[in-house]
């Protein structure tokens, strides 16, 4: 899909925790309907960054724009409100409700705010899109791990985001289960949703990332597509270390 305007701006971006600097005055912008990759190796930043777009961390200095709200010193509710979704990289659902009743939590206190008949059929179709059809009534302790990561997805869907986050989101995934989540991401990109993408599968960044920004010890080094970035020597001295 054709990418469109701006729709989130990170400005000056900085993190510090005591005397570490794990973000470091770091910007950048998320097009519409684009999948940006936010890569890096180990303790880069890019956590940080992630749970400061979502509130689950404040910033030190900087700013982060929605739209043209400022969600910079919002909570996590209020942003997940204004239209940013996200998922962890240890699956986080509500293990005392069933699968439906994770994805209509999603649902109704997300940025689209559906109520009654209409959140359980949207609930239940987001199911579906996913891959979890004929689940909806199962406790998510009967899931499997990738099942358990489809269902967090479909929860942050049926916020219905302006910006999804998809933090390592194929982590823990074997080969084939790997190939269907890329698979399923990519159709989430073909639909034009808004995703920033940390992730450290080559394959993945590679297929679905339309643009890559790379940051390493909190800075950023690099920008560009999948493949000029990571055929940027600094880059890949970046992955590799000095040695
Ligand atoms: N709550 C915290 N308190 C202190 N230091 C922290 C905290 N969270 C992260 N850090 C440090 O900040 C740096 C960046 O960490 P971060 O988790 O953002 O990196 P990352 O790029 O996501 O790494 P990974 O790929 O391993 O998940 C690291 O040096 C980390 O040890």
């Not at 600097?21 to 519409?32: G, K, P, Y």
């Not at 997300?110 to 008949?117: C, D, L, N, P, S």
């Not at 990332?209 to 999948?226: F, H, K, Q, W, Y």
């Amino acid at each position: 899909m054709t990418q469109g305007q701006p729709i989130l701006h990170v400005e000056s971006l900085s993190k510090r925790f005591g005397g570490l600097v794990a973000v470091n005055n770091v910007s950048f912008q998320v097009l519409e309907h684009e999948v940006m990759g936010l890569i890096g190796p180990n303790g880069s930043g890019k956590s940080t960054t992630m749970n400061m777009i979502s509130g689950a961390l404040k910033p030190s200095s900087g700013a982060i724009i929605l739209k043209g709200q400022d969600l910079t010193r919002k909570k996590p509710h209020e942003i997940a409100r204004s239209g940013v979704s996200r998922t962890f990289q240890l699956v986080r659902i509500l293990p005392e409700l069933t699968v439906l009743e994770n994805v209509i939590a999603g649902g109704v206190f997300g940025h689209a705010r559906r109520w009654g008949k209409e959140v359980e059929t949207f609930a239940a179709e987001l199911l579906a899109r996913v891959g979890l059809e004929g689940q909806s009534g199962k406790p998510v302790s009967a899931l499997t791990y990738i099942d358990q990561k489809r269902l967090e997805l479909a929860r942050a869907l049926a916020s219905e985001p302006e910006v999804l986050l998809l933090d390592e989101w194929l982590a823990g995934l074997n080969p084939s289960e790997l190939t269907v989540g890329i698979d399923l991401i990519a159709s989430l990109r073909q639909e034009g949703r808004t995703i920033i993408l940390v992730e450290h599968v080559m394959d993945a960044i590679r297929s679905l990332c339309d643009r890559c920004l790379v940051i390493n010890s909190g800075a950023r080094i690099a920008e560009g597509t999948p493949e000029d970035v990571l055929s940027d020597p600094e880059v890949i001295r970046a992955y590799l270390g000095d040695g």
